[in-house]
């Protein structure tokens, strides 16, 4: 385990290393895109932490930083929203060594050194455990993640940490929407702000309006120096891929419907769900008084549903 503190680099705002594709094009170009990419990912950032009240003043703020694109993309974000909030904040990135073979350990002390950014590398061997335990062929993300997250609660309280960030971005919340709509049997997705299973730390997701195809331009434009998961990044049948996979063609083939379940999750209507801890159906009765969310199952402003006549027609010709 290591710890450091580097200097903060004289122009934290420009991209470290330029990606080769960035290079052979007119340079005004690029970066007048890159500068329009990140106006728009810091307003999304910032609306998602007033949203949510992610960050308060004098925070310390870890930023549990893997190598990805998204991680990279989440620290980069903060950092410029953090020299230009006017409530302080403190970010302290944290990254795992999780022991994988072919790890470049390198890679992360040298750019959070370049950055400027107080850091703190973790080595524990989870690897092995994860391949001791886990049959070959077999799912590993769940024990990693169990593994790695217990881990980081520890490193959150010896560094005093009051929040701690992760990089979870717009498509992993609808994704696990999906996953727990279709293999868990329960409405619930990645919240933005939540209390640890232990109940000692804050978790924040500031990246929860942000969409993968826009972190992965931004990490291309600012040339972060990627480094992939071996462990689990070359398991090709994970259901998450397959829902993944399933919300793209979606988005292809019906523009705008990923947008309005994304803002679903935001506008829940607990009435008209059958959780019975929810509800209390036994005592629901006739009051005489208009209920602004009464029944509304017919509504005509639910796109392509019928309405109440229509409906009654149709079963009438059946």
């Not at 680099?9 to 330029?18: E, G, Q």
């Not at 993640?145 to 929040?163: C, D, N």
């Not at 801890?277 to 509304?296: S, Y």
């Amino acid at each position: 385990m290591s710890d450091a503190t580097a200097t903060r680099a004289p122009s934290p705002d420009i991209a470290p290393i330029a990606s080769p594709a960035a290079e052979r094009r007119d340079p005004r170009k690029t970066a007048f895109e890159l500068a329009k990419l990140r106006k728009r990912l810091r307003r999304q950032v910032g609306e998602a932490i007033a949203d949510y009240a992610m960050i308060d003043d004098g925070d310390r703020v870890m930023v549990c930083l893997s190598g990805g694109k998204d991680s990279y993309g989440l620290l980069d974000i903060l950092l410029s929203l953090q020299r230009r909030s006017p409530h302080p904040f403190e970010i302290v990135a944290v990254n795992l060594d999780q022991k994988q073979p072919g790890f470049p350990a390198d890679v992360l002390p040298r750019y959070l050194a370049h950055r400027g950014v107080a850091f703190r590398i973790v080595e524990q061997d989870t690897y092995s455990v994860v391949k001791r335990l886990i049959p070959e062929g077999a799912t590993m993300c769940s024990l990693c993640s169990r593994l790695r997250r217990g881990v980081l609660y520890r490193v959150a309280t010896e560094i005093g940490a009051t929040k701690i960030a992760l990089g979870h971005h717009r498509d992993d919340l609808l994704a696990t929407f999906f996953l727990n709509l279709f293999h868990g049997g329960k409405l619930k997705t990645m919240p933005p702000k939540l209390v640890s299973d232990d109940g000692k730390h804050v978790v924040i997701r500031p990246l929860a309006y942000v969409r993968e195809r826009d972190l992965a331009r931004y990490a291309q434009a600012c040339g972060f120096p990627l480094i992939p998961c071996t462990l689990c990044g070359s398991q090709v049948n994970l259901q998450r891929k397959q829902v993944a996979a399933l919300l793209r063609e979606w988005e292809k083939r019906f523009p705008g419907r990923i947008e309005s379940i994304f803002n679903a999750l935001g506008n829940a209507a607990p009435t008209h769900l059958l959780d019975r801890t929810l509800n209390d159906f036994a005592a629901v009765r006739a009051t005489g008084t208009p209920q602004p969310d009464g029944d509304r199952a017919f509504d005509d402003d639910v796109p392509d549903a019928p309405s109440l006549a229509g409906a009654l027609a149709i079963a009438r010709l059946r």
